[in-house]
C-alpha cells in the first residue's frame, strides 16, 4: 500500500491560502490534484457535489475537512492535496466548524490508499504533531513533520480495557462486526474505522470484534450483519432505521470518542 509521503507530493501542499467559502476551498485542494496528475477537473465537481448531496459529514474533526468522492473515471492516480487555510470557512458541521486544515482525497479504488489514512489519522490526533504541522512555516516543513511522525504509536492514555471482562462479546466462533460508514466508503468511514480498530487493540478486543468501513448504500444491506454503525450524524440521519443501533462519532481522530461510543455499545 502507498505511504503518506508517496500520495502527497510538495506541488500537492498549499499553505495560509485564502478561500471565501467552503466550494472554494474544496476547488483549491481540486485544483492541486489537478496540478499534480491525480485528477482531472470533473473530480473537483464531484467533491463539492458530494457535500451538497450528503452534507458536510467530510468535516471529521475540530477544524479539519476531508474532502473526496467515489472513485471515478475523473481519477488518474490516488493521490493527496493539502490546504492550509489563512481565515477559517464554514462548511456547516453542526460541531466541528470552522474548517482551517481542508486535505483532498482521490482514489482509484478502496484498498490502495488504506495505510496513508491511517497513518494521517494517527498525526492528526496526536496534539503535538497537528500542532506542528499548524505552525509549519512552509510545504517542505510541513513535509518533514509528516515524514518524521508517520511512525507515531497510537494515541495513549485515551481509555483503558473495561474492567468488567465478562461484557466481551463471545468468544464462539461468530465474531461481532462494527460498520464505519460516510457517503462513499473510501474518505472518511476509513478514518473513523483506524480510530475504531486502535480501541479494541487497546481494548484486547481485535479477536472479537471486525471493522468494516462502507458506503451508505452498502451499509443498509449489510446492517443485518453488524452489531452497530458508528458513523457522522449526518449520515445517521440518511441512513434511518436500519434495524440495528446507529452511533453518532463527532471527532473521527478521537480516540477517548470512540473509546466512550464502544462502551455504550457494549454497555460496559
Known sequence: MAALSDLLPLAAVRLDVQAADWQEAIR??????????????????????????????????PGFAFAHARPSPAVLRTGLSWVRLSRPVEFGHETNDP????VGLAAQDA??????LAALAKLLADPATAQALQDAADPEALHTVLAESTALPAVPG??????????????GPSVHKILTV????????LFLKNTLEQVL?????????????????????????????????EIARTLGDVGVPVRVVEDFTSGREVDRVLRDTYDV
Do not use: F
Open 99 to 102: 474548517v482551517t486544515l481542508v
Open 182 to 189: 460516510c457517503g462513499n466508503g473510501v474518505g472518511t468511514s
Open 28 to 61: 483549491t485542494v481540486g485544483g492541486l490534484l489537478v496540478e499534480t496528475g491525480a485528477t482531472t477537473d470533473a473530480y473537483t465537481a464531484e467533491m463539492i457535489r458530494n457535500v451538497e448531496e450528503n452534507g458536510p459529514y467530510i468535516v471529521l474533526a
Open 201 to 233: 487493540d487497546r481494548w484486547g478486543w481485535t479477536r472479537h470484534v471486525t471493522v468494516e468501513a462502507t458506503d451508505t448504500i452498502s451499509a443498509r444491506g449489510k446492517a443485518s450483519e453488524a452489531v452497530a454503525i458508528l458513523t457522522s450524524r
Open 111 to 116: 484498498d490502495a490508499h488504506t495505510a496513508a
Open 158 to 171: 485515551e481509555g483503558a480495557a473495561p474492567e468488567k471482562r465478562g461484557q466481551e462479546p463471545s468468544r
